[in-house]
C-alpha cells in the first residue's frame, strides 16, 4: 500500500493541508556555502591552475594543463555520428521543434518618433541585443540529460549569443556520449571537463583559458547553486530551481494509469518532487489509486517514486473544476496537465503555472523532450512571477533616448522642476542648459 | 584643484587602469545581514505586532495597529492637491509621457497550430498574464523620490497588476508630500508607512493587515538590500542597484559646460558614484576639466560632487570615437550619452548600455524624470546581461502545450526514445501510452 495524501477541499482543515502540502524551503547548507566561498576565491586569484588542482582532486583526473580539460569540436560530432540511428534522430527531431518554438520569442527592437509638436524630432526606443558569451553548466554523472543541454542552449543560440560554453564534469574520466552529441547538435562553441564551483567560477571571473562569460545558466548540485548564487552581479544567472512538480486536473474521463504514468513521470526524478491530483469524482480518484497501487511494482525507480508520492504527493477531492482551477493558481505549479473534456476552455481560468499541457494527449513528458516549449520552468511557486527559460534570457534592451533641440526645451523645464523638487540641482541645471541654448 | 583622473587608451597601462577604476564590490555587511535574518523571521513568526513593535522603535512612531500605519486614499489625493501648480503639472506631465513609452513594452501572447501533417491539431504557445499583486519599496527622508515612485508604479499598472502595495518609512511621523502625491498619480492601491526590513518581510510573507506580494520592487538601504535578498524566491526580487554611472562620449563640439554639468548630474547622487568622459581631443579634455574647476563652487552639492569625482572620476583620452565605444561596450555603463555630431549612426556600435541619450540635447537629467524611458537601469556593468526596468518585470509566461491524438503519436516516439536515453522510465511510459491509444 503507498501511502499517498487523500483530502477533500470540504475539509475543514483543507487551507492549512494544502499549505503544509506546498510547503518547501530549500535549506541552504552554511558548510556548502563556505566551501563555495573559498573555491571561488582561489580561482579568481588564481585561474586555470586552481580549476586544474581542484579538477585533479574533486574529479580525479589526472591533468598537468587546461588543455587537458577541452574538448575540441570533432569529439561532439564524433559523439553524435555514434550514437544509434534512433536515438540520432529522435535528438535531431528534438532540437528542430525546440528551435522552431524558441524563434518565436526573439524580441526585436522598436523605436517611435514623438508627435508632440512641442517634441518633434524627439526619438524614443528600446534596443534588443544579444548577450556575448554565455556558459551552461551541464551536471556530470547520472543527472546528465542531452534533453536539458538542448533546452538550455538552443534559447542561447536563437538569441544570437556569439559564443556558448558549456563546463560538465567528467569524475574518473567518464563521459556521456548523448551529453556530448546534444551539445553538438546545439551548436556549442566550447567544452570544458570541469565542474563544481570551481567551474562556475572559471566562467564567472574567466582564467587565461576559460573566457568569462556574460551569464551562467544550467542547473547542477548544491555547490554549484551555491557557487551561481555568489558570482550573481558579477555574471547573470537563471533562476535555482527546485525540485519538479505536476499538477494534474482531471474530470474523471482519462483513462486512470495514464494519470498514475504522469504522476510517476515527476515522482521519479527526486524523492522531494511533487506529485499531486486535483479531481470532483471521488470514484475516479479510487480508480488513480488504484492505478498506482497496480503499476508502482512494474517501474525500475520505484523507491524514488513510492518515498517522493508519500512524502509529497497528494490526491485532493474538489467541488467542481472551477475550484480546481483555483486552487492551481494558488499552487502556481511548475507543470499543469488539464486532463480534461473542452480542455481548451479552462486555459483562461489559469494565471500561474510554467506550462500549461491542454488535454489527455498531452503528457507532461512530451514537453520535457521535444514539443517545442522550454523544460526549464518557474518551481516551487515561482510561476506567479516568473517565467520558463527563454530566448528572452539571452536578450537584453537598452533604452533609446533622442531629443531634439525643441524637445530639450519642454522635457527640460519639467526635469528642472522635479529636480529641485527632489533636492539634485545639477539634474536641474544640466536639463537648464538645454532649456537656454540658442 | 579637483584630483579626477586623467589618462589615454594610448597609456601602456591603460587596461589595468581601466580595471581599477570600473571594480566595485559591494560590500555586504555580515552584522547588517543577521540583524535582517532576526527581523524577517519575527515578521514571519509573528506577522502585524513584529512590524508595528520594529516601527515604534526604529521610527519612533506611537503606534498602536497596523490601521495607524496604512494611509487613506484621500490623503494620496490631498497631497497632490496640495502641490504648486508647476510641480503638479509636472509631476503630470512626466507620468503620462512615461505611461506612454510603457504602453509599447507590453508582451503579447501568442499561439499557433502545428502545420506538419504528423502533428496536426498540436497547438504551441505562450500565455502571457500580469503578476497578481506587487509590492512597492519607497526609502523614507532624503533619498525619497517622487521620480522613482513613477519609474517603478507605472510599468506595473501598464501591466495590468491588480493591487499596487507601496511602503515607505516616515521616521518621526515625516511625510514627503511629493512622494505621496505621485502615488496617486501613479495609481498605487495601497500605502503603509512602515520601511526597513520588517516592511519587505510584510510584503514577502504577509500579516494579518499587510497581504503578501508577489514580487518587491524599489530601491533601499542596505537593510532593505539584504532582506529583498533573503526573500528572494518566496517572491521575485528587482535587481539590487549599485551606485549610478554615466559615460560621456564627446566629439569635442559640445559646450564643455554643458558636460561638467551633465558629469556633476551622476556625481550628486552619491560619494560612490561614477562619471566618466571619453573624448579624442585633448584640448576640448582640457576645456571640460575646466569648465568642472568653474562650476564645481556654484553646485550646493559640491563636497559629495569632488568626492565622487576624486574617488571614481576619470577624464579619458581616446583615439578615436571607434575606441571610445568599443570602451563603452567594455564600461557597459548605466548611462550613455552620445555628445557627437551624426550621434545615431554610433548607435549601433553600443551593445551593452542601460540607456543612450543620444545626441547633445539629450541630457541624461532628462531621461532621469520625463522622456518616456525608466530611470531604474542596471548598473556595475550589469547591462551585459540585463534590462531596464520595464513592463516585462510585471509579466510573466506560461508555455502552452495541447497536443492531438496524431500528434501524441509522433511525438511520443521520440519522448519515449529519448527518455529511455536518460534513464527515466516513466516519462517514457508516459509517452508510450498515448502512441499507443486507439
Same mark, same amino acid.
Given at each position: 500500500m503507498i501511502a499517498i495524501k487523500r483530502f477533500s /477541499?470540504?475539509?475543514?482543515d483543507f487551507r492549512p493541508r494544502l499549505d503544509a502540502l506546498l510547503a518547501f524551503e530549500s535549506a541552504q547548507d552554511e558548510a556548502v556555502d563556505l566551501a563555495v566561498a573559498d573555491i571561488l576565491a582561489e580561482v579568481k586569484a588564481r585561474g586555470d591552475d586552481a580549476v586544474i588542482e581542484y579538477t585533479r582532486r574533486f574529479d580525479r583526473l589526472n591533468v598537468q594543463s587546461m588543455a587537458d580539460l577541452e574538448l575540441a569540436r570533432d569529439e561532439l560530432q564524433k559523439a553524435l555520428g555514434g550514437l544509434p540511428s534512433e536515438q540520432h534522430e529522435a535528438l535531431e527531431v528534438a532540437a528542430r521543434r525546440v528551435r522552431s518554438y524558441h524563434e518565436r520569442q526573439i524580441l526585436q527592437s522598436w523605436q517611435y518618433e514623438e508627435e508632440d509638436a512641442d517634441a518633434r524630432g524627439t526619438l524614443l526606443g528600446q534596443k534588443v541585443t544579444p548577450l556575448d558569451r554565455v556558459g551552461l553548466y551541464v551536471p556530470g554523472g547520472k543527472a546528465s540529460y542531452p534533453s536539458s543541454v538542448l533546452m538550455n542552449a538552443i534559447p542561447a543560440k536563437v538569441a544570437g549569443v556569439r559564443e556558448l560554453i558549456m563546463v560538465v564534469p567528467t569524475p574518473g574520466g567518464e563521459r556521456n556520449p548523448l551529453v556530448l552529441a546534444a551539445a553538438a547538435l546545439a551548436g556549442i562553441d566550447r567544452v570544458f571537463c570541469i565542474g563544481g564551483a570551481q567551474a562556475v567560477g572559471a566562467l564567472a571571473y574567466g582564467t587565461r583559458c576559460v573566457p568569462a562569460v556574460d551569464k551562467i545558466v544550467g542547473p547542477g548540485n548544491a555547490y554549484v547553486a551555491a557557487a551561481k548564487r555568489r558570482v550573481f552581479g558579477v555574471v547573470g544567472i537563471d533562476m535555482v530551481a527546485g525540485p519538479s512538480e505536476i499538477l494534474v486536473i482531471c474530470d474523471g474521463n482519462t483513462d486512470p494509469d495514464w494519470v498514475a504514468m504522469d504522476l510517476f513521470s515527476q515522482a521519479e526524478h527526486d524523492e522531494l518532487a511533487q506529485s499531486i491530483m486535483l479531481c470532483p469524482d471521488a470514484a475516479y480518484i479510487e480508480c488513480v489509486a488504484q492505478s498506482i497501487e497496480k503499476l508502482l511494482p512494474t517501474m525500475p525507480r520505484k523507491d524514488v517514486i513510492r518515498a517522493s508520492l508519500e512524502n509529497r504527493g497528494a490526491l485532493i477531492q474538489v467541488s467542481d473544476l472551477d475550484e480546481a482551477c483555483t486552487i492551481a493558481n494558488r499552487i502556481a505549479p511548475e507543470h499543469l496537465e488539464? /486532463?480534461?473534456? !473542452?480542455?481548451d476552455d479552462w486555459v483562461a481560468k489559469i494565471h500561474h503555472a510554467g506550462a500549461i499541457f491542454i488535454g489527455p494527449y498531452a503528457s507532461e513528458s512530451l514537453g520535457d523532450y521535444c514539443?517545442?516549449? !522550454?523544460?526549464?520552468l518557474p518551481t516551487s511557486g515561482s510561476a506567479r512571477f516568473s517565467s520558463p527559460l527563454g530566448v528572452y534570457d539571452f536578450q537584453k534592451r537598452t533604452s533609446l533616448i533622442r531629443v531634439s533641440q525643441a524637445g530639450a526645451k519642454t522635457l527640460g523645464r519639467i526635469a528642472s522642476t522635479l529636480a529641485r523638487g527632489e533636492g539634485l540641482p545639477a539634474h536641474a541645471r544640466s536639463a537648464e542648459y538645454r532649456v537656454e541654448s540658442e
Amino acid at each position: 500500500m503507498i501511502a499517498i495524501k487523500r483530502f477533500s /477541499s470540504r475539509d475543514a482543515d483543507f487551507r492549512p493541508r494544502l499549505d503544509a502540502l506546498l510547503a518547501f524551503e530549500s535549506a541552504q547548507d552554511e558548510a556548502v556555502d563556505l566551501a563555495v566561498a573559498d573555491i571561488l576565491a582561489e580561482v579568481k586569484a588564481r585561474g586555470d591552475d586552481a580549476v586544474i588542482e581542484y579538477t585533479r582532486r574533486f574529479d580525479r583526473l589526472n591533468v598537468q594543463s587546461m588543455a587537458d580539460l577541452e574538448l575540441a569540436r570533432d569529439e561532439l560530432q564524433k559523439a553524435l555520428g555514434g550514437l544509434p540511428s534512433e536515438q540520432h534522430e529522435a535528438l535531431e527531431v528534438a532540437a528542430r521543434r525546440v528551435r522552431s518554438y524558441h524563434e518565436r520569442q526573439i524580441l526585436q527592437s522598436w523605436q517611435y518618433e514623438e508627435e508632440d509638436a512641442d517634441a518633434r524630432g524627439t526619438l524614443l526606443g528600446q534596443k534588443v541585443t544579444p548577450l556575448d558569451r554565455v556558459g551552461l553548466y551541464v551536471p556530470g554523472g547520472k543527472a546528465s540529460y542531452p534533453s536539458s543541454v538542448l533546452m538550455n542552449a538552443i534559447p542561447a543560440k536563437v538569441a544570437g549569443v556569439r559564443e556558448l560554453i558549456m563546463v560538465v564534469p567528467t569524475p574518473g574520466g567518464e563521459r556521456n556520449p548523448l551529453v556530448l552529441a546534444a551539445a553538438a547538435l546545439a551548436g556549442i562553441d566550447r567544452v570544458f571537463c570541469i565542474g563544481g564551483a570551481q567551474a562556475v567560477g572559471a566562467l564567472a571571473y574567466g582564467t587565461r583559458c576559460v573566457p568569462a562569460v556574460d551569464k551562467i545558466v544550467g542547473p547542477g548540485n548544491a555547490y554549484v547553486a551555491a557557487a551561481k548564487r555568489r558570482v550573481f552581479g558579477v555574471v547573470g544567472i537563471d533562476m535555482v530551481a527546485g525540485p519538479s512538480e505536476i499538477l494534474v486536473i482531471c474530470d474523471g474521463n482519462t483513462d486512470p494509469d495514464w494519470v498514475a504514468m504522469d504522476l510517476f513521470s515527476q515522482a521519479e526524478h527526486d524523492e522531494l518532487a511533487q506529485s499531486i491530483m486535483l479531481c470532483p469524482d471521488a470514484a475516479y480518484i479510487e480508480c488513480v489509486a488504484q492505478s498506482i497501487e497496480k503499476l508502482l511494482p512494474t517501474m525500475p525507480r520505484k523507491d524514488v517514486i513510492r518515498a517522493s508520492l508519500e512524502n509529497r504527493g497528494a490526491l485532493i477531492q474538489v467541488s467542481d473544476l472551477d475550484e480546481a482551477c483555483t486552487i492551481a493558481n494558488r499552487i502556481a505549479p511548475e507543470h499543469l496537465e488539464l /486532463s480534461m473534456a !473542452n480542455a481548451d476552455d479552462w486555459v483562461a481560468k489559469i494565471h500561474h503555472a510554467g506550462a500549461i499541457f491542454i488535454g489527455p494527449y498531452a503528457s507532461e513528458s512530451l514537453g520535457d523532450y521535444c514539443a517545442g516549449p !522550454n523544460h526549464v520552468l518557474p518551481t516551487s511557486g515561482s510561476a506567479r512571477f516568473s517565467s520558463p527559460l527563454g530566448v528572452y534570457d539571452f536578450q537584453k534592451r537598452t533604452s533609446l533616448i533622442r531629443v531634439s533641440q525643441a524637445g530639450a526645451k519642454t522635457l527640460g523645464r519639467i526635469a528642472s522642476t522635479l529636480a529641485r523638487g527632489e533636492g539634485l540641482p545639477a539634474h536641474a541645471r544640466s536639463a537648464e542648459y538645454r532649456v537656454e541654448s540658442e
